[in-house]
């Protein structure tokens, strides 16, 4: 094989990666987000269970 199709492959295979690391860090995204909205509710939230 030559260089010229190793490098044509390895370009093909460059957009996939990109999209399942976006893919990645939205979900990372989405998690953050509901840890973050849950540790609030919990702040909000234990005052009143304490009474």
């Known amino acids: 094989m030559s260089a010229?199709?190793?490098q044509?492959?390895?370009e093909r295979?460059?957009?996939?990666?990109?999209?399942e690391q976006?893919?990645?860090a939205?979900?990372?995204m989405a998690f953050s987000?509901?840890?973050s909205?849950?540790?609030?509710?919990?702040?909000l939230l234990a005052?009143?269970?304490g009474r």
């Open 37 to 43: 909205i849950g540790c609030a509710l919990a702040l």
């Open 47 to 49: 005052p009143r269970i």
């Open 26 to 28: 939205a979900v990372l």
């Open 4 to 6: 010229v199709g190793a």
């Open 13 to 19: 295979e460059a957009p996939r990666r990109v999209r």
């Open 33 to 35: 987000l509901v840890v």
């Open 22 to 24: 976006a893919r990645d």
């Open 8 to 10: 044509s492959q390895s």
